[in-house]
């Protein structure tokens, strides 16, 4: 796992927690209440964010969540005694999974995490806040058409910066911190009073400077506020972290532990949703919730008076559907699984970041203090860093997680070739072409055929958009464990994958088909990437420091074919943002859910995660996780208000 591991997405370590008992927290069905009003299927990012939300505005109505982990409260990965660089390998509350190999990356698979603990992903995730630019939201409503543009619902920027803001509390950083690392942000962007936190830290490793340099002579301006919706340029990204502990923020936290409890919000741990049922057809009242203990495996239903929400994440939202009978009958016939509702979108149209390095060596000598080395190489810097950061206010490389600045390029920023690049998609979009792309068993469904030309011509518009940044390098530091890399995460992939059922066990983690690389215009833009972050080592700065490339490398000549293999041979195919597998679209462009969320043709059946973007955006996840919780909230309760 390399330098995933080391530096940007590790695992939280969360053994050891001596978990905070809340009075709502329930093991077993006998402590459950006859029916709820409200049922959400796992207490992750965006879950636990509906479920605090709704239990506070309807007093009066009963919530229950519904999550397969337990309750772990512990500082993460990036809070002592982890390492900053060895992920702690035990016990981890995540699971793991490998897709199946990738025909057109040389057979390579994807490794893939997600939170398998009260507060989700956000609870293991690598903290690095950043927020989708205002073209990413836009997008999905173009995807949509005109009934997802006009109605008094939209997922537009406008519809979603409100949520983005409500979701979290920024903390500014002290002066004497700013007068170090010349932060800079805009308050216009926040003013939320959540306990969801985050802050720029205190700390930054000796060489951050270095690549910050370079990137100005590339041309990258620096933005002043990321976050506000424009973010093309050189970004400070905030960590989602108490700004006076240092400690993780996570929705387990924010809004669970750190909620006053409330007579009418349950939550029950270590069971697992295993399918919804409908015993009088879909159009009639909610479904039952079948779950299933992991401690005996004891199986049951909970009956629901209002609405069940699904809120597993885009790896298992997927699967509790399908177990449900809600997903692409053909798949669903071959799974032995009486069909309910056919909607092929159901685990289509997985997305998420990849990409491969480029890498180089400093032939000058490099001498800062401290780089990230010292972590492992010298025990007094580590029992420092440590002490820095138990004291009060946290300081210390702890605090800086994995990083907390990044660039973010704009595809007409990267290349001239950009309108051969945009033209292509255009044409395969309008040409019919498209669909040989596809998984084999959605190539002749007209819905998702539709859905996709939908999606590709919105993002030829977003990839020729000199503002909508295409490309993203995250870093904090120059030298990483293996050797100094720039990485280029491919922000707008065009090619689709699957989560599936695992046929010969149901209850097991699905199949992941990431099918990266399967449409061909993914190489172009990833071959652009390559050849502009080359770039960086031809600027005066790397220069006076003797950088060297290594990746693709001096024997690696800039032909296509030669760099078509090194991405084959380089690259990470999940930055763990997999996305998008019950796509908000209408029903005719593959849609599972519309722009109310509610999962198409099924009565008292929402999904509330990251399952529902139509389109991966150019960010890490987890904001927008937390803006999908709020904004969902809202919708729900104005609902309910009006009934
Ligand atoms: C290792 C890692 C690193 C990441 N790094 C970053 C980062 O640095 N910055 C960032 O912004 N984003 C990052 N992400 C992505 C981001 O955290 C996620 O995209 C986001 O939190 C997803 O939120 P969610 O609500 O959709 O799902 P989750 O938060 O994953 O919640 C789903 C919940 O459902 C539960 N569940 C699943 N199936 C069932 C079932 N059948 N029954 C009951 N419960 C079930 C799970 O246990 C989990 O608690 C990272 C993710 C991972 C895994
Ligand atoms: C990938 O695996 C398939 C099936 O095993 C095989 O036919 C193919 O040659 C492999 N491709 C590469 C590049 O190894
Ligand atoms: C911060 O900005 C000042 C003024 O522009 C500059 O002199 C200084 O080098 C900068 N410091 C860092 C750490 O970038
Ligand atoms: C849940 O309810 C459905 C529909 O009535 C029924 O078929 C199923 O067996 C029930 N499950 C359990 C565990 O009772
Ligand atoms: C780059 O540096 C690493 C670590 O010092 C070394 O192992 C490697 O051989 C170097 N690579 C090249 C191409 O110089
Ligand atoms: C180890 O870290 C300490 C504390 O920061 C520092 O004073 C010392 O110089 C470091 N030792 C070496 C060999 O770099
Ligand atoms: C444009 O594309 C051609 C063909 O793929 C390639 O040879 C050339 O280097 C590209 N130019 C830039 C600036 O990326
Ligand atoms: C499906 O589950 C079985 C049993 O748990 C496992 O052995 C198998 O590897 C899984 N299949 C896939 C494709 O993941």
């Not at 078509?564 to 005719?588: D, G, W």
Request: charged share 15%; aromatic share 10%; hydrophobic share 40%.
């Amino acid at each position: 796992m390399g330098f995933l591991a080391a530096a940007l997405v590790s695992l939280a370590a969360l053994a050891g927690a001596s978990p905070v008992q809340h009075g709502s927290l329930k093991r077993q069905v006998s402590q459950l209440r006859d029916k709820y009003d409200f049922v959400v299927v796992g207490g992750g990012t965006s879950g636990l964010t509906v479920a605090d939300r709704l239990s506070a505005a309807f007093p009066a109505k009963t919530v229950l969540v519904i999550e397969y982990g337990d309750v772990h409260f512990a500082p993460g990965v990036f809070d002592p005694p982890t390492d900053w660089i060895t992920p702690a390998p035990d016990s981890a509350p995540a699971w793991s999974l490998t897709s199946l190999p990738n025909p057109d990356m040389g057979n390579k698979t994807a490794f893939v995490q997600a939170g398998q603990v009260v507060g989700g992903s956000s609870a293991v995730n690598g903290q690095f806040f950043d927020r989708p630019d205002r073209f990413d939201c836009d997008a999905w409503t173009e995807a949509g058409g005109p009934e997802f543009a006009q109605g008094d619902i939209t997922w537009s920027w406008s519809g979603m910066f409100p949520y983005f803001k409500k979701s979290v509390t920024f903390t500014e950083p002290t002066a004497d911190i700013v007068r170090q690392y010349n932060y800079t942000w805009d308050m216009s962007a926040y003013g939320g009073s959540t306990p969801i936190h985050s802050t720029y830290g205190p700390f930054q490793w000796a060489d951050q400077t270095v690549l910050g340099k370079a990137w100005m002579e590339m041309s990258i301006k620096p933005v002043k506020e990321c976050a506000g919706g424009d973010k093309e340029g050189i970004c400070w990204v905030p960590t989602s972290q108490h700004p006076v502990t240092g400690e993780r923020s996570h929705a387990g936290l924010g809004h669970y532990a750190d909620v006053q409890p409330r007579a009418n919000y349950d939550l029950l741990v270590q069971h697992q949703v295993v399918r919804v049922v409908y015993p009088k057809g879909t159009n009639t009242s909610p479904p039952l919730v079948e779950t299933r203990s992991l401690a005996d495996d004891h199986l049951f239903n909970v009956t629901v008076q209002g609405e069940v929400i699904i809120s597993a994440g885009a790896l298992h939202t997927p699967t509790v559907l399908q177990r449900s009978g809600i997903g692409p009958a053909s798949f669903l016939a071959s799974a032995g699984i009486p069909v309910v509702l056919d909607l092929p979108g159901v685990g289509s149209n997985l997305q998420d970041h990849a990409g491969p390095p480029v890498t180089w060596n400093y032939t000058q000598p490099y001498e800062f203090f401290p780089l990230p080395s010292e972590m492992t190489s010298n025990a007094t810097f580590k029992s420092d860093a440590i002490a820095a950061f138990n004291a009060t206010p946290a300081g210390g490389p702890y605090t800086l997680a994995g990083g907390n600045s990044a660039i973010y390029v704009s595809l007409p920023h990267m290349t001239p070739n950009y309108t051969t690049i945009v033209s292509k998609i255009r044409q395969m979009a309008t040409s019919n072409s498209a669909a040989s792309y596809l998984p084999p068993d959605l190539q002749s469904e007209s819905s998702i055929i539709a859905g996709y030309h939908a999606q590709l011509l919105a993002l030829a518009n977003l990839l020729s958009n000199r503002a909508a940044p295409s490309l993203e390098t995250p870093w904090a530091t120059s030298e990483f464990p293996a050797g100094t890399a720039a990485w280029s995460f491919l922000l707008h992939p065009l090619s689709r994958g699957t989560v599936r059922l695992n046929l010969t066990d149901p209850l097991a983690p699905p199949v992941l088909d990431y099918r990266a690389g399967s449409n061909p215009v993914d190489f172009d833009m990833h071959l652009a990437q390559v050849r502009y972050l080359r770039r960086l080592l031809e600027t005066p700065t790397m220069q006076q420091h003797g950088a060297t490339e290594t990746g693709p490398g001096a024997d690696v000549a800039g032909d296509d074919e030669a760099l078509v293999e090194y991405v084959k041979q380089q690259i990470v195919l999940s930055f763990m943002h997999p996305c998008c597998t019950a796509a908000m679209l209408p029903r005719n462009r593959g849609g599972v859910v519309g722009v109310d969320l509610k999962v198409h043709g099924a009565k008292g059946l929402r999904v509330v995660d990251i399952s529902v973007l139509p389109l991966v955006p150019g960010a890490h996840l987890s904001a927008t996780a937390y803006a999908v919780g709020e904004k969902a909230a809202d919708i729900i309760i104005r609902e309910w208000k009006g009934r």
